[in-house]
C-alpha cells in the first residue's frame, strides 16, 4: 500500500528566510503525481504545487519549489522569501493515477516568525 | 473560491443521530471525493464518486454512506454517531488539464455531542 511520511510535525523559519519540509513516499508505481496542500487556519485545502513522476524537472510555482528525488522517493517542498502568508498546515500527498483517491501525510505546521 | 461548495460549514448534533453532509463539485467534475480530518488520523480517505458509480472506498464505516446524483452532487451519510465522528469532513473534485487538479471545498465541520 501507498503511504505517505513527513517527519516535521512542527517547523520555524523567520520571515523572509528559506526552509524546507520533508516527505517522503512508497509506492511500487513508476507514474503517479505528487502534491503539496497549504491549510491555512481558515481551514481551505489549496494546492500548492503538483508534480508528474514521470518528469524529470522539478515543479516550480513562484517562491515555492520541490525537489523530487525519484529514486529515493522523496518529494521536499522549497519555501523562499518566507511570508507570514505562509503560515499554515502543509500537506505532502500522493496519487497512483488518474481520477485515483489522493492519500496524505500527517502534515507539517510552519511558522513564520516575524 | 475553490467551487466546490458543502454545506452546512457546521453541525452540532448528539450521539445516535443520523446527519447528511452534502457536496456540489465545481461545475464539469465529474469525481467526488470524501475525506474525514480529525486531529489523530490526520485526512483519511473515505470514498470516491466518478459520474455516480462508487469508484473508490477508503476508511468509512458501514455506518457511513453516500452517494452521487445524476446532477453530480454528493451526500455523506452519517448515522449512529459517535463522539469520535466529530470531524472536519471534507469534500473534493478534480479535473485534468493535461495535469491533475484537485479542488476542496471549505468543509463541514461535525461536533457530536
Known amino acids: 500500500a501507498q503511504t505517505v511520511t513527513q517527519s516535521q510535525p512542527e517547523m520555524s523559519v523567520q520571515e523572509a528566510e528559506t526552509v524546507t519540509l520533508s516527505c517522503t513516499y512508497d509506492?511500487?508505481?513508476?507514474?503517479?503525481?505528487l502534491f503539496w496542500y497549504k491549510q491555512p487556519p481558515s481551514r481551505q485545502m489549496i494546492l500548492v504545487i503538483r508534480?508528474?513522476?514521470?518528469?524529470?524537472q522539478n515543479a516550480t510555482e513562484n517562491r515555492f519549489s520541490v525537489n523530487f528525488q525519484k529514486a529515493a522517493k522523496s518529494f521536499s517542498l522549497k519555501i523562499s522569501d518566507s511570508q507570514l502568508g505562509d503560515a499554515a498546515m502543509y500537506f505532502c500527498?500522493?496519487?497512483?493515477?488518474?481520477?485515483?483517491?489522493?492519500?496524505f501525510g500527517k502534515g507539517t505546521r510552519l511558522h513564520i516568525l516575524p | 473560491d475553490s467551487g466546490v461548495t458543502q454545506t452546512p460549514k457546521h453541525l452540532i448534533t448528539a450521539t445516535g443521530q443520523r446527519v447528511t453532509l452534502r457536496c456540489s463539485p465545481r461545475?464539469?467534475?465529474?469525481?467526488v471525493y470524501w475525506y474525514q480530518q480529525s486531529l489523530d488520523q490526520g485526512l483519511q480517505f473515505l470514498i470516491q464518486?466518478?459520474?455516480?458509480?462508487?469508484?473508490a472506498k477508503g476508511n468509512i464505516l458501514e455506518r457511513f454512506s453516500a452517494q452521487q446524483f445524476p446532477d453530480l452532487h454528493s451526500e455523506l451519510n452519517l448515522s449512529s454517531l459517535e463522539l469520535g465522528d466529530s470531524a472536519l469532513y471534507f469534500c473534493?473534485?478534480?479535473?485534468?488539464?493535461?495535469?491533475?487538479?484537485?479542488?476542496f471545498g471549505s468543509g463541514t465541520q461535525l461536533s457530536v455531542l
Open positions: 473534493a473534485s478534480s479535473v485534468w488539464d493535461g495535469g491533475e487538479k484537485l479542488f
Open positions: 509506492t511500487s508505481e513508476s507514474d503517479y503525481y
Open positions: 508534480q508528474e513522476a514521470y518528469k524529470q
Open positions: 500527498a500522493y496519487r497512483r493515477g488518474r481520477d485515483d483517491k489522493i492519500i
Open positions: 461545475s464539469g467534475d465529474l469525481s
Open positions: 464518486y466518478y459520474n455516480g458509480e462508487e469508484r
